[in-house]
């Protein structure tokens, strides 16, 4: 769910200002070529970067809802096909509206992120898990005046610098969080997912993780597959051999189970429990608290093969 503004700033290579330009007007989208600056527009812009190496910054006004996910949609889209790609030196950087974030909010979206960033690093390539341009977050949470701040300002005073991979800087300047860890891309999936993932990230950053209600009595066959569950990883064949089910009769399986209140992921080759996901005791938290289960999927498919990549 998109219940946040958001805007993306997307650092591209391999096309040239005019080739951008064009592609862009060719599927409706207003734009323009302009120098460096911060500035909110109400359109589209090209910018230079120093940063990138070959390249520039096309930077999105102000996004919102599906309209707004189906407007980056396209605008990726037209840059992939025109030819264009990231290197290295390119980022994606995300700005959610924070219109409404108390100092408590704000402190949680950091602390979390702090806190999983090994486990949100696993499913970003090597170049994004130690960049000066999107530093860790540990030394400030660490700082003794991170849990006893009682404003916003004084909170993001504790941010030596805009450069982290979750920036407050950008609140005093756009009433933003802004979001500095993911890779360059023009990839329209993996922009989408992660704009996706840090609207519900943040939307669970508001509501503290609390004790969910006990899972219904799952009985019969679906009890059967939750034992086979519960002993490791269950492929879609070991489920059609054992119980002798088509295949879309054992994905509607795990869908029952799912509805249930049981955290069930595909990892890309199996099904996988996550025992106390989405059953968690009071105080407890995880990282995918309150993200969708196609988001869970994607970022533990990607983790998984960064992870055989590298």
């Known amino acids: 769910m998109i219940d946040r503004k958001f805007g993306v700033e997307m650092e591209i290579v391999g096309i ?3 080739q951008a330009l064009s592609a862009m007007r060719a599927v409706g989208v207003e734009v323009q070529s302009e120098q460096y600056n911060h500035q909110t527009r109400s359109h589209w812009k090209l910018v230079s970067d120093a940063s990138v190496h070959g390249g520039f910054e096309v930077v999105s006004p102000v996004l919102d809802g599906e309209a707004g996910l189906e407007e980056l949609r396209r605008v990726a889209t037209a840059l992939d096909d025109m030819g264009a790609t990231a290197n290295r030196t390119c980022g994606l950087h995300v700005h959610i509206d924070a219109h409404g974030l108390s100092v408590e909010a704000l402190r949680t979206i950091v602390s979390r992120y702090a806190a999983h ?6 499913f970003m390539p090597p170049s994004r898990r130690d960049n ?12 003794a005046r991170f849990a006893s701040v009682t404003t916003i300002e004084e909170l ?3 941010q030596p610098g805009r450069y982290h991979k979750v920036n407050l800087w950008a609140y005093r300047t756009h009433g933003t969080v802004e979001f500095r860890q993911h890779s360059g891309t023009v990839n329209a999936a993996k922009i989408v997912t992660w704009i996706c993932f840090l609207q519900d990230f943040v939307r669970a950053c508001c509501v ?6 006990a899972p219904a009595a799952v009985r019969g066959t679906l009890a059967a597959l939750l034992d086979m569950l519960r002993a490791g990883d269950v492929t879609l064949e070991a489920m059609t051999a054992r119980f002798g089910w088509q295949p879309h009769s054992a994905r509607a399986a795990v869908t029952r189970l799912r509805r249930q209140g049981l955290t069930v992921t595909w990892t890309g080759t199996a099904y996988h429990l996550e025992e ?3 059953q968690s005791v009071a105080g407890q938290d995880n990282l995918w608290r309150g993200v969708s289960p196609q988001v869970c999927d994607f970022y533990r498919c990607r983790a998984a093969v960064l992870a055989v990549r590298n």
Request: charged share 25%; glycine share 4%.
């Open 16 to 18: 040239s200002r005019e």
């Open 117 to 122: 960033e090994q486990e949100i690093d696993a």
């Open 132 to 143: 000066s341009y999107c530093d860790t977050l540990r030394p400030m949470v660490a700082d």
């Open 156 to 158: 993001i005073v504790l």
């Open 208 to 213: 503290p993780p609390r004790a969910a209600a």
């Open 276 to 278: 106390g996901a989405s």
